[in-house]
């Protein structure tokens, strides 16, 4: 089984900061992309960036030059740095992993953490 695990959310001001964190656990032999999406409440659930094992990354233009995602490799761990918050950006945020996992025969999946809230508001 493979688990992530979020943390970081919460209620900020406009123009604040917060870091989320998400840790993957498990049977993993690779992780191939780690992200981070978002759904607000009433909408569809959107890219927010993601970022390759070899640091490769992509972002929402929603977000650039105020996102950075980044990785840890070793930890399984991917971060999310979200400076100058607005309100639009409130939402449950939600960790993703692509990669081969399995305890002996590796095969390729897509997992799903359990959604940590940003709130963003005065």
Request: net charge positive; proline share 2%; glycine share 14%.
């Amino acid at each position: 089984q493979v688990q992530l695990v979020e943390s970081g959310g919460g209620l900020v001001q406009p123009g604040g900061s917060l870091r989320l964190s998400c840790a993957a656990s498990g049977s993993i032999f690779s992780i191939y992309a780690m992200g981070w999406y978002r759904q607000a409440a009433g909408k569809q659930r959107e890219l927010v960036a993601t970022i390759t094992s070899g640091g490769t990354t992509n972002y929402a233009d929603s977000v650039k030059g105020r996102f950075t995602i980044s990785r840890d490799n070793a930890k399984n761990t991917v971060y999310l740095q979200m400076n100058s918050l607005k309100p639009e950006d409130a939402a449950v945020y939600y960790c993703d992993a692509r990669g081969l996992f399995g305890t002996i025969v590796a095969k390729e999946g897509d997992y799903w953490g359990q959604g940590t809230q940003v709130t963003v508001s005065s």
